[in-house]
């Protein structure tokens, strides 16, 4: 979305938009349920979980690392990354909001 039309709309509503986005690829879901499940730094076995290109997957890292959602640190020549708490408590709490804020809808068509 073009910066001249962002402004036509609330903050969490551009918020939601950017958190959506930065969710919007099923290889990034991968990721974010592999180091999760991991609960620890992980350094190198992505490309092989997710069996995509090293180049694929760096694209992807480097995505949720501007979203915050995750957090490297380098050791040697390898780069360990691992969930961010304090930005993926951010998003639990807003996308559940956004999810609560209307209940029991009902059909209409």
Same mark, same amino acid.
């Given at each position: 979305?073009?910066?001249?039309?962002?402004?036509?709309?609330?903050?969490?509503?551009?918020?939601?938009?950017?958190?959506?986005?930065?969710?919007?690829?099923? @290889?990034?879901?991968?990721?974010?349920?592999?180091?999760?499940?991991?609960? @620890?730094?992980?350094?190198?076995?992505?490309?092989?979980?997710?069996?995509?290109?090293?180049?694929?997957?760096?694209?992807?890292?480097?995505?949720? $690392?501007? @979203?915050?959602?995750?957090?490297?640190?380098?050791?040697?020549?390898?780069?360990?990354?691992?969930?961010?708490? $304090?930005?993926?408590?951010?998003?639990? $709490?807003?996308?559940?909001?956004?999810?609560?804020?209307?209940?029991?809808?009902?059909?209409?068509?």
């Amino acid at each position: 979305m073009g910066a001249t039309k962002s402004d036509l709309f609330t903050k969490q509503q551009n918020d939601i938009a950017n958190m959506a986005k930065a969710l919007a690829h099923p @290889a990034r879901i991968a990721i974010l349920q592999y180091l999760v499940k991991k609960n @620890a730094c992980v350094c190198g076995d992505l490309v092989e979980e997710l069996g995509l290109a090293q180049a694929t997957t760096s694209q992807h890292l480097k995505e949720l $690392k501007i @979203a915050g959602l995750i957090q490297g640190t380098i050791e040697g020549a390898s780069v360990c990354y691992c969930i961010n708490p $304090k930005v993926w408590n951010q998003y639990h $709490k807003i996308l559940g909001t956004f999810f609560t804020e209307v209940q029991d809808i009902k059909s209409c068509c």
